[in-house]
């Protein structure tokens, strides 16, 4: 066979392969759903934390650091722990003085383009100077904090790439199912 004609012969497949590889790529993206996994919503909480708030005058400071986000199994809802540092009369809340786990739904908020937590309930709280219970001044901030972050900050944040290649398609729901977080497209 000639050379020539042989090397033709695998240039054309080559481009054809790179043609439907783009095509298979593109009819993914055009599915009706995109999933995240909780190792990219972590990241994406790494780099927002850690967080302090300064409340009363700055009488009271809270700080959120280390953040650790699962998907329990079965489980339609997230699980995020934190290491939480309160502070009083201007101490230092930079440091953990106890942790706090909390679990919520999503929802996605096309202003910030961005997963929110909907729903959040927190589970659980250990704050041994505080005798290990929150007092009701600790519980109310943790829940205004709570209230802010739900509102105002994604979890995680559409790039501009993905909302380019998601075009004029809408976000519907967002669920969490077999241990990712889906985000439904509607047509």
């Not at 009083?88 to 930079?94: K, W």
């Not at 910030?112 to 309930?121: A, E, I, N, R, S």
């Not at 505080?130 to 001044?137: D, E, F």
Request: include cysteine.
């Amino acid at each position: 066979m000639n050379p020539r004609r042989s090397f033709l012969r695998l240039a054309t497949v080559a481009v054809i392969g790179l043609t439907l590889v783009g095509c298979t790529t593109v009819g993914a993206l055009l599915g009706n759903d995109v999933t995240f996994t909780a190792a990219q919503l972590q990241h994406s909480l790494n780099r927002n934390f850690p967080k302090h708030y300064d409340k009363l005058g700055g009488l009271v400071s809270l700080t959120l650091m280390n953040p650790r986000l699962s998907i329990p199994p079965n489980s339609n809802r997230l699980r995020v722990d934190f290491d939480v540092g309160l502070g009083a009369l201007g101490s230092d809340s930079s440091q953990p003085t106890g942790r706090f786990a909390l679990t919520s739904a999503l929802r996605f908020d096309p202003t910030t383009h961005g997963l929110h937590l909907q729903d959040p309930v927190i589970e659980n709280v250990d704050v041994p100077a505080l005798g290990g219970v929150m007092n009701a001044s600790s519980r109310a901030l943790l829940n205004s904090w709570l209230g802010d972050y739900a509102r105002q900050e994604p979890v995680y944040r559409f790039d501009n790439s993905l909302l380019d290649k998601l075009g004029a398609r809408r976000i519907g729901t967002t669920q969490i199912e077999n241990g990712v977080v889906v985000v439904h497209l509607d047509q």
